[in-house]
């Protein structure tokens, strides 16, 4: 079976081009964690353009998780992970570490740990949704900042844990399976 991360931003096709990849399966649990609140602008202009999350298919079920190595072992089919930023978001919040960085950082270590070792050993296929985090810029605030810093270390070791690797930009696919890794260290 095949795990796959797929990157690209919202309004890149980045959830369409994801649920694709499992159309082939009759039954789908979709992960979905609590997210940040979008801002009104933001959630009508996506509205406007017809771009606002749509419907599950016929035997694709909703579960809600906090702890995604759990969620991904427990399920018994393919699996869809709807926002690894949004299961960043809610872990830092539930655990209350937006004014500890550090914290933040060791506290996700272990569980970015368990969700690799839970790719790696699930007998389907998992399709992980995430966005490349943006460059810092000196508005962002403090929050921002720390989500974009977890956002990148969690893309990097759930890649390395993935078989293949997609990055949909300006509504096109790039494979990016075969690329070497940045070595680490």
Known sequence: MTSTLVLGSADSGVARHAAS???????????????????????????????????RPEGWTEVPVTSLSMALLASRRPVLVSSVPDWLWSVVESEGLWDDPRAAARHMEPMLEEAAVALRAVPFD???VSNEPAAPTASDDRDALLLAELLGVANTRLSAACAQ?????????????????????
């Open 21 to 55: 990849l499992l159309r082939g399966h009759d039954a789908v649990t979709c992960l979905v964690t609590a997210s940040p609140p979008v801002p009104a602008g933001i959630a009508d202009f996506r509205e406007r353009l017809g771009q606002m999350p749509g419907e």
């Open 126 to 128: 998992v399709v992980l």
């Open 165 to 185: 690797v997609h990055v949909v930009t300006a509504g096109r696919v790039l494979d990016l399976s075969g690329a070497r890794p940045v070595p680490a260290g």
